[in-house]
């Protein structure tokens, strides 16, 4: 018995050093950094311990601007992309022939990169000397001016911010409704369509309560996902997000420990647990409001 | 037999309704596809355009007469896209090996030795999955920085190894395998990693196919910590080489050769997506990468 646990132990080595030294070590590591004050990377020294890291982030104008950007990106691409995601996998659910092929087609923006993909965005979304670009050129159908999307005014940009994530995270919120609507049980719609329920009463009274918490866990990892925004930003706007006014929470930790403005670990340690308290509140609000929902 | 025929006139009038419906949702479903499919369009579209008919465009055009490869070799001599794509490739294979290796000696453990302490350490294991990369990445950049292991294969791989998610999907699976098959081979005097190898793997190889593939894209799409632990070109992956050519360039704003370079990164995930369609969905709908 004894030589079989250790030969356990074995086994799980490679793993517990890697997690160790990767994953647990920096979780405790990062807390005492984001408490050191005045740390200087290049000597590895620091002048103090305190709070004095949290109160600079949370006075420093990138940091709040990338919390607003962050927070609207948030507030709005997790219901719309939710909702959306709703639709087409009902949708789909609903027809036959050519079933596959559409799901083939929806899940394509999961497996791309996403940063190269970004800049096809950029390129129909941007204006140019030389071009107005494609999609500028669709608003001029429709009598619309020409805007720049990727240099010009805020919400143009945010647009694109929020048009590009809807567009990279759907795939996975398709994929998931899709699986969900197809495990309801088909005994309950053949009883309602006996009945003579029309199919509205059906969809808001059989299947939305069948799928909800699917729904649930959709709109939690919606949250999570949308909070850690960044790549994205990169791929539209470049990576000085600061001077684009577009940068987001995680954009702000990365380029407080590391580029032009980097050299900074306290500052970016205090910023991702700040970041990390957000997440934590916000999943933990969702969960009690959706058991709420459950006894009500 | 008036009531017959207002019936039958209900019945045609409700299958008129159902099939405008389906209609509806036919051309609802085709607008998302185009949305969807339209960016890769025009990237392929973009990239056969030269350089002279791009730029003279003022509005842009759906399709070219004229195509040529001249932005492939572009992309390929100008800037060392062969070089980022080959280090990606070695940067996501040696990743996903070391990945699958260390989850399945871990897995096995966890679903088939006992070992005193095993459901705590388990449980330690599932808690880490919370673990958000944001936070330790801070670190671990520290980390390898102290290490020398900047610009290095070695410092690119060693903190993307591990991943709890992947080793309790294993471990779930691997329980699947029935007790007896491995008193059985107790029986015989198989040694542990020789059961391991000659029934588990094999009974559970779609699980380490799934896996191993959703490991791949990751990898292979990875750009935080590789542009945080390289600022060598020659250690650069394609999302870094793709931002340095967003950047700098082609020492012009030379947006088909770009293309190019776009097209090329994403050709080989596309053709591995349509090979595995169903296992990376499959994969991916149990626990996604991006959501």
Redesign the interface.
Known sequence: MNRNANKAWLYLLPAIVLLGAFLIYPLVDVLIYSVEEGYNFASQTYTGVGGYNYLYVLHDPYFLQALKNTFILVIITVPLSTGIALVISTGLSSIRPLRQLYQTIYFLPYVTNTLAVGLVFMILFQRTEYTDGLVNLMLGWFGAGPVDFINGPYWAKMFVLCFYTIWVVLPFKILVLTSALASVNPDYYRAARVDGTSRTRIFFRITLPMISPMLVYLVITGFIGAFKAYGDAVALFGTDLNAAGMNTIVGYVYDMLYGDSGGYPSYASAAAIVLFAIVLTITCINLLVSRKQYRD | MIRNDEFAARQRGMQRRRRAG?LV??L??SV??V???F??Y??VL?SLKSYGAY?A????VFFTLAPTWENYRQAFTAVPLGNYLLNTLIFSVLTTAAMV???T??A???AR????G?NL?FGL?LS?MM??S??????????ITNWDLRNSFLGLI??S??S?FY?YLLKENFEQVPDELYRAAKVDGTS?LKYLWKVMIPICRPTLITITILKL?EC??S??WP??ITDDQAYYL??NG??QI??EGFGR?N?PA??A??VS??VP??L???TF?KK??QG??QG?I??
């Open positions: 389906k949702t036919y609802g479903l998302w596809a949305v969807v499919l960016p890769f025009w990237m973009t730029n465009e003022h509005t842009p290796v260390v989850s000696l871990a096995y453990a966890f030795l006992r070992f005193r095993r350490l294991f880490m673990i958000p944001e936070l330790v990445v801070i670190t671990n950049f520290v980390t060693l903190p190894i591990t709890v080793i542990d894209i292979w799409n750009y935080i542009r945080l394609v999302s793709i931002q967003r950047e704003e947006v770009m293309m370079a776009v990164i994403s995930l596309i591995l997506f349509l369609r990376i969905m991916a709908s996604g991006k959501g």
